[in-house]
């Protein structure tokens, strides 16, 4: 009997790191001086001799490349596609890249992450679609006649319990169904399974239509780092509606319209700002401090800080947002 061919596997530590400067977003991106793609997340393989646990891997590697230390982090999912890096003939070990979520605060010392090569850029540049703050991102005008080509022109998938004109539906928003800010990783699968996004070409994906017609929707990250993103704004969005885990980007102290605006930079939508104060009142996850900030140049703001008691009196505090405004 001939002896079964067996591919090495590797596992592999990838960190998604997030922080909120002013109104924008934004993921740490780690330079690689051998990769032709600027972008990418600070990743590592696990070393069981070294490491004692995933995280404490994932965290010495965070450390090395970006000189960062963080603080808030939880397993995201574990990323196991063939097509992260390999080609035909390829015998190179199999990496499985196990994905974290980092919350953490502006650093201080930006010249320590641009001596490391790491930089925090905005997470919507590389994924345009998903800011609805000002305004219905023009570059769906773009992206949409594409995805209903290629809705109308698949077969059936039996594997799958959608097929692609309700997924295009569920995902995109369009005939008439809502736009549900939590579904960015399914809207860059079916992105990706239209061959759109520069991964899908680098992958040898087919293109839904030639590749000249297909307008730059965002930028590409090395591996499958886009698709780690993805997960994690979309854990992260759901997550602020029932766990308080905003408050790990923030300042100790800061004003509603600091909460408001980072509240709004994630979930990539505007909310009514009466509301949203009477929603933080109704969750009491906040109690002020009794000092004021001057900072934003107009009649002093009260200060709160998080109410970090609220954690034991209930099970899910978070804030359940509304509409927009």
């Not at 997924?167 to 809502?178: A, I, N």
Request: aromatic share 8%; hydrophobic share 40%; charged share 30%.
């Amino acid at each position: 009997m001939a002896e079964a061919h067996l591919t090495p596997i590797e596992v592999g530590l990838t960190a998604a790191i997030v922080a909120v400067e002013g109104d924008e977003p934004r993921i740490l991106v780690a330079a690689d001086a051998k990769s032709e793609i600027r972008a990418g997340l600070p990743f590592g393989p696990f070393d069981p001799l070294s490491h004692r646990t995933f995280e404490i891997g994932l965290r010495a590697w965070v450390t090395a490349q970006t000189a960062l230390s963080v603080g808030y982090v939880e397993q995201l999912y574990t990323f196991g596609d063939r097509g992260r890096h390999a080609h035909p003939g390829d015998t190179s070990p199999h990496m499985i890249s196990v994905g974290y979520l980092a919350l953490t605060r502006m650093c201080d010392d930006a010249a320590a992450l641009r001596a490391a090569g790491a930089t925090f850029e905005p997470w919507y540049r590389f994924f345009p679609w998903e800011d609805w703050r000002e305004t219905r991102p023009a570059i769906l005008d773009e992206v949409l006649p594409l995805l209903d080509h290629w809705a109308k022109s698949g077969k059936p998938e039996p594997q799958r319990p959608l097929g692609r004109k309700e997924r295009l539906r569920h995902c995109f928003g369009v005939g008439g169904s809502p736009w549900d800010e939590e579904k960015v990783l399914d809207r860059y699968e079916v992105l990706y399974e239209a061959g759109l996004v520069e991964e899908a070409r680098r992958d040898g994906r087919e293109a839904v239509v030639p590749r000249g017609k297909i307008p730059k929707l965002g930028e590409p990250m090395r591996f499958d780092h886009r698709r780690i993103v993805a997960t994690a704004i979309a854990r992260l969005r759901a997550k602020l509606k029932y766990r308080p885990v905003v408050f790990e980007l923030l300042p100790d102290e800061f004003t509603l319209t600091e909460l408001q605006r980072t509240v709004e930079a994630i979930s990539g939508r505007l909310l009514h700002k009466q509301n949203f104060r009477r929603l933080v009142e109704t969750a009491a996850l906040v109690e002020p401090t009794g000092e004021t900030s001057t900072t934003t140049g107009g009649r002093p703001a009260a200060l709160f800080r998080f109410r970090r008691e609220v954690v034991q009196e209930r099970p899910a505090p978070g804030l359940r947002l509304g509409g927009r405004s």
